[in-house]
């Protein structure tokens, strides 16, 4: 059992911090929009550690001008906190905040039985926001106990836009000064990458590593009690040096000396804990699409970012993954999904955008078109991509490249990334 006033320095403590954010810069992010603060339903935001999901949290609660209470689970006093001891720390958010009708909770899923918690509240009319980063752990309670009682919210890192936002960058002049500065801005961005605090950060190799370490040790091996603690670090690291790729459990097994099956659980856990986000691959055909998968980081700062990554700056890698995430932020929260496009022999297009069952957009990514044989490549894969998906919405993002291509009786929207990703 925890000490009261264990539990009571913990929440005073918080709340010090808590207050901390009011002094930060902050840029208004596109999910804020999505949290529902007077909602009855339980307002669930996951992602990756260290992405802004507590400070997005806690500026949409203030701005709705919002008094909560506010406990953060995910602090080593409250390591072996239970569930029964959840009304203690209830009666100590009361007694510090006094008769609050909103209660914010970060990392709520660190507390085994949080959901009947979180029942009791709603019940009571407390309207709550929780964050977390372990979509399982998250999803798997609320659509066991919290069915129709909650909305999820999937954060990722900045986008470009609000990178630029927080550098102060214009992203809708067109003089030739501020386009400037956005490729300028840009050209950072697909090096650094979007976690908030890296825009401070001045070891960033530190940073990234440490960050990585904490999700695999503390938010996969322990949780999961990994018994292959060195194997599942090492594929874990391998996977983020090699992707985006498409995963052969095979010959992912035979490398590490594993099973299949232990090889596709340990897969799992990454993209539950965000460190990897998977892609299936477009078929009409249920069964052909939960084979091939293909995974990305959560973010381009963890492909050569960690120490020991060894990995070269793969320019082309790493927009194709800023493309993905930024289609993932515009699309999932409207209910549409997002694919890959390849033909048996070979012949491929980065992305399809679905909804429903119809395919509305197509997307190639590719850094660098100069060489005539690459654009032929990029457009052979939109053209058959779009001839299969009987799809005419094409579209080829580039490092610069500005052009209309028209190439079958089709017209290829060729646009450069820095302002593609601004468009939304």
């Given at each position: 059992?925890?000490?009261?006033?264990?539990?009571?320095?913990?929440?005073?403590?918080?709340?010090?911090?808590?207050?901390?954010?009011?002094?930060?810069?902050?840029?208004?992010?596109?999910?804020?929009?999505?949290?529902?603060?007077?909602?009855?339903?339980?307002?669930?935001?996951?992602?990756?550690?260290?992405?802004?999901?507590?400070?997005?949290?806690?500026?949409?609660?203030?701005?709705?001008?919002?008094?909560?209470?506010?406990?953060?689970?995910?602090?080593?006093?409250?390591?072996?906190?239970?569930?029964?001891?959840?009304?203690?720390?209830?009666?100590?958010?009361?007694?510090?905040?006094?008769?609050?009708?909103?209660?914010?909770?970060?990392?709520?899923?660190?507390?085994?039985?949080?959901?009947?918690?979180?029942?009791?509240?709603?019940?009571?009319?407390?309207?709550?926001?929780?964050?977390?980063?372990?979509?399982?752990?998250?999803?798997?309670?609320?659509?066991?106990?919290?069915?129709?009682?909650?909305?999820?919210?999937?954060?990722?890192?900045?986008?470009?836009?609000?990178?630029?936002?927080?550098?102060?960058?214009?992203?809708?002049?067109?003089?030739?000064?501020?386009?400037?500065?956005?490729?300028?801005?840009?050209?950072?961005?697909?090096?650094?990458?979007?976690?908030?605090?890296?825009?401070?950060?001045?070891?960033?190799?530190?940073?990234?590593?440490?960050?990585?370490?904490?999700?695999?040790?503390?938010?996969?091996?322990?949780?999961?009690?990994?018994?292959?603690?060195?194997?599942?670090?090492?594929?874990?690291?391998?996977?983020?040096?090699?992707?985006?790729?498409?995963?052969?459990?095979?010959?992912?097994?035979?490398?590490?000396?594993?099973?299949?099956?232990?090889?596709g659980s340990y897969i799992e856990h990454l993209k539950q804990a965000y460190l990897l986000?998977?892609?299936?691959?477009?078929?009409?055909?249920?069964?052909?699409?939960?084979?091939?998968?293909?995974?990305?980081?959560?973010?381009?700062?963890?492909?050569?970012?960690?120490?020991?990554?060894?990995?070269?700056?793969?320019?082309?890698?790493?927009?194709?993954?800023?493309?993905?995430?930024?289609?993932?932020?515009?699309?999932?929260?409207?209910?549409?999904?997002?694919?890959?496009?390849?033909?048996?022999?070979?012949?491929?297009?980065?992305?399809?955008?679905?909804?429903?069952?119809?395919?509305?957009?197509?997307?190639?990514?590719?850094?660098?078109?100069?060489?005539?044989?690459?654009?032929?490549?990029?457009?052979?894969?939109?053209?058959?991509?779009?001839?299969?998906?009987?799809?005419?919405?094409?579209?080829?993002?580039?490092?610069?490249?500005?052009?209309?291509?028209?190439?079958?009786?089709?017209?290829?929207?060729?646009?450069?990334?820095?302002?593609?990703?601004?468009?939304?």
């Amino acid at each position: 059992m925890i000490d009261k006033r264990v539990i009571e320095q913990v929440v005073q403590e918080q709340k010090l911090e808590l207050e901390g954010y009011a002094q930060e810069e902050y840029c208004t992010r596109r999910e804020e929009t999505l949290v529902d603060v007077d909602s009855k339903r339980a307002q669930v935001v996951v992602g990756v550690r260290r992405s802004g999901k507590s400070v997005l949290c806690y500026h949409v609660l203030r701005k709705h001008e919002k008094d909560f209470a506010y406990v953060n689970f995910d602090d080593e006093r409250f390591l072996n906190l239970k569930a029964e001891e959840l009304n203690d720390v209830l009666e100590v958010l009361y007694k510090e905040y006094g008769d609050f009708k909103y209660l914010f909770m970060d990392e709520a899923q660190n507390v085994e039985g949080w959901h009947l918690f979180v029942n009791r509240l709603l019940r009571q009319r407390i309207h709550v926001l929780i964050t977390g980063s372990n979509a399982k752990l998250l999803s798997g309670e609320l659509a066991t106990h919290l069915t129709g009682r909650n909305d999820q919210i999937e954060l990722f890192p900045l986008s470009f836009s609000e990178y630029c936002e927080c550098k102060h960058v214009d992203t809708t002049s067109l003089t030739t000064k501020a386009e400037a500065f956005r490729r300028a801005t840009y050209d950072e961005y697909l090096q650094q990458g979007g976690f908030p605090e890296l825009l401070t950060e001045r070891s960033k190799r530190s940073y990234v590593t440490a960050l990585v370490r904490e999700i695999i040790d503390k938010d996969l091996i322990k949780r999961f009690n990994i018994k292959n603690v060195r194997t599942f670090q090492q594929l874990s690291n391998h996977l983020m040096n090699v992707a985006p790729v498409v995963l052969n459990l095979k010959d992912l097994s035979e490398q590490f000396d594993l099973s299949s099956v232990t090889i596709g659980s340990y897969i799992e856990h990454l993209k539950q804990a965000y460190l990897l986000v998977g892609l299936q691959k477009y078929s009409v055909k249920s069964r052909l699409r939960v084979r091939n998968e293909k995974v990305y980081p959560v973010d381009v700062a963890l492909m050569d970012g960690r120490v020991d990554a060894m990995a070269g700056a793969n320019l082309g890698w790493r927009l194709e993954t800023q493309v993905f995430l930024e289609l993932l932020r515009r699309n999932r929260p409207i209910g549409r999904d997002i694919f890959y496009f390849r033909e048996r022999n070979g012949v491929e297009a980065d992305f399809v955008v679905c909804q429903d069952n119809h395919v509305i957009e197509i997307y190639q990514v590719c850094y660098d078109i100069s060489k005539e044989s690459t654009l032929k490549r990029e457009v052979r894969g939109l053209l058959t991509a779009s001839k299969a998906t009987t799809c005419d919405n094409l579209f080829l993002i580039t490092d610069h490249a500005r052009q209309t291509i028209m190439e079958g009786g089709k017209v290829i929207k060729v646009i450069p990334a820095y302002e593609w990703l601004c468009n939304h």
